[in-house]
């Protein structure tokens, strides 16, 4: 059974730093493309940033780029997102997804909430 198991949320200043991370299970986590996504409430789904298997070409979306990065640990099997200078519209709950191809994503964990405010 596969399972993704995102944390590190929480609440936080304008300006400060969270370090989430999403422990992998249930599936051979270094033969696959992961993305993190978030989604405010109310809101559509908003990709942030995705990496590759081996974790040596990564991308973001234009919102996070340059203040969040994207890293992997194929030997712990867990997926991390480093986010730095956090703003209030980067509050929302971030998910990690498994890629399936094409920009699509068969499984996704629950979540975990990232507020930003002072």
């Known amino acids: 059974e596969v399972q993704l198991v ?9 300006g400060g730093s969270l370090r989430l991370s ?4 249930g599936f051979t986590f270094g033969s696959y ?6 989604q405010v409430p109310g809101k559509g789904l908003e990709w942030v940033s995705i990496i590759n298997s081996s ?3 990564t991308s973001y979306a234009d919102s996070v780029k340059g203040r969040f990065t994207i890293s992997r640990d194929n ?3 867990t997926l991390y997102l480093q986010m730095n ?6 509050a929302a709950v971030y998910y990690c997804a ?6 699509a994503f068969d499984y996704w ?3 975990t909430q990232v507020t930003v405010s002072s």
């Open 75 to 77: 030997a712990k099997n």
């Open 55 to 57: 974790g040596g070409s």
């Open 6 to 14: 995102e944390s590190g949320g929480g609440l936080v200043q304008p």
């Open 98 to 103: 498994k890629d399936a191809g094409g920009w």
């Open 85 to 90: 200078s956090l703003k209030s519209e980067d």
């Open 22 to 25: 999403c422990a992998a299970s």
């Open 109 to 111: 964990g629950q979540g």
């Open 33 to 38: 493309a992961m993305s993190w996504v978030r």
